[in-house]
C-alpha cells in the first residue's frame, strides 16, 4: 500500500509541477519560472540538508555525480518549462517522461545489459515521439521548436537521473534533493536578480510556489515508495505525463489530432513498462 501511495502521490505532484509551471511560464517566462521554482525548493529542502550534517562515503567521485544531477535536473527544467511555454502540455510532458528510457541507454553504454524487451519499448517510445510532434500547419505557437526543446528537456533529465542513481544508495536522501535546487538558485535565481531580470507577478507567485513545492514533493513520494516496492511506485510515477495530459485538456482547453493522441499514449505506455521491464 505505501508503494502505491507513494507512486501516485509522485505522479499527482509531477504532473502538478508541469501544469503550474506551464502556466506560470506563459505569464512570467521560463527563467523566471525556473528562478523562483528553484528558490522555494532550496528554502525547503536546505535547513533539511544541514541537519542531516555532512554525509559518510562522499568522494571526488560522487560529488561529480551530484553535480550533474544537478546541472541536468536545473537544464531539463529549463528547457521543458520553454517548450510549455511554446506549446501543449499534453504533448511535452509526455515527450519529457522519457527521461526513464534515456537513463536506461545510459546505463547501457557504461556496460550494463539490456534485454529485446526494453529494445522493443525504447523503439515504441521513439515512434510515439514523433507522433505526438506532428502537427497542422495551421496549429497556433512553435509545435517544432517546442517538441526540440522536450527532447531536450528529457535528455537532460535522463542524464541527471542516471548520475543521482551512481551516488544514492552511498548518500541519504536529502543530498538528492538539494543539488538542482543550490545549482539552480546559484546559476538562475541569483544571477537574474542581480540583472533585475527576476520578474514575478501576483498570478504568478501561487504557480512558482506550487510548482517548487511539487518537484520536491514528487521525488520524495516516489523515494518512500521505492523503499517498499520499486517497480509499483515507478510505474505509478511514470504516469504523470498522462495525468499533465489529460488535466490540460480540462484546464487549457488543448485539443490534440488523433495521431497526437495516439503518440502520446503510445509514450505513456511505452514508458510505464519499460520502467517495469528495467527495474
Partial sequence: MIAVLGGLGAAVCWAGAAL??????????????????MLVGFVVVAPLTAAAGFPDGLGPGEVGWIALSGAGNVAGLLCSYEAMRLGRVSIVAPITSTEGAIAALLAVATGEALGAESLVLLGAIAVGVVLASRTESIETGQPTRSTLLAVCAAACFGSSLFATARVSQALPLVFALIPPRLV????????????????????????VVLSGLCEVGGFASYAVGARHAIAVSAVLASQFAALAAVAAYFLFHERLRPLQVAGVATIAVGVALLTAVRV
Fill in 20 to 37: 503550474s509551471a506551464a502556466r506560470a511560464s506563459r505569464l512570467i517566462g521560463a527563467r523566471s519560472v525556473l528562478a523562483w521554482v
Fill in 184 to 207: 539552480g538558485v546559484a546559476a538562475i535565481t541569483v544571477p537574474s536578480a542581480v540583472t533585475r531580470r527576476l520578474v514575478l507577478t501576483r498570478a504568478a507567485l501561487p504557480l
